[in-house]
């Protein structure tokens, strides 16, 4: 699997699982008339948004991404994984955290909020990581694939050669050819 489809996939569990959090959470404090819950999680997924914008800045996601793509190995053939199985293998934790929190959401609608937060914050922390490592990937012309690992451990990259990087993309003219000297004529 990309490691960018990988980090995409991220990042929309995550926000999807803080939407659905969400909802829960609203949904749970109206049926117990908590308006202090819905009052706090206003205030919460705030700060969380707010933080998370922050943390998601371009160089910070550089920074976050340079220690594992520094230490990809090497390699001149694709990894055979299938990529559903390497997505659910790390990011199994993302589903198991929102089921939890949301059946907690029904008996305490705090921690439904909360955990909606921190959903949220990390969404936006992670938002520019693919856009890095598809800069790096083109500035370097080789792709990164993710090897099947736990998400227990930490992420294992694999780098390969682009194939076609070199390529202009679908839909742009190629560049005129270049003019010659009039005293050429």
């Given at each position: 699997m990309l490691f960018v489809d990988l980090l995409r996939l991220t990042v929309l569990l995550i926000g999807g699982s803080a939407t659905a959090l969400g909802a829960v959470t609203v949904v749970a404090a109206r049926q117990d008339a908590?308006?202090?819950t819905?009052?706090?999680a206003g205030g919460w997924w705030t700060l969380a948004a707010v933080l998370g914008i922050l943390l998601g800045g371009s160089s910070r996601a550089g920074e976050a991404m340079a220690r594992g793509l520094s230490s990809a190995r090497t390699a001149t053939s694709l990894p055979t994984?299938?990529?559903?199985r390497i997505a659910f293998l790390r990011l199994w934790p993302i589903a198991a955290f929102a089921i939890v929190v949301g059946g907690l959401a029904w008996l305490l609608p705090q921690v439904a909020a909360v955990g909606t937060g921190f959903a949220i914050?990390?969404?936006l922390a992670w938002r520019n990581r693919e856009r890095v490592v598809t800069a790096i990937e083109e500035r370097d012309g080789v792709r990164f694939y993710v090897e099947p690992?736990?998400?227990?451990e930490p992420i294992r990259l694999v780098r390969t050669p682009g194939l076609g990087r070199d390529r202009m993309p679908a839909g742009h003219p190629p560049p005129p050819p270049p003019e010659r000297e009039a005293a050429e004529s």
């Open positions: 908590d308006s202090a819905l009052i706090f994984e299938s990529p559903g914050l990390n969404a690992t736990s998400a227990l």
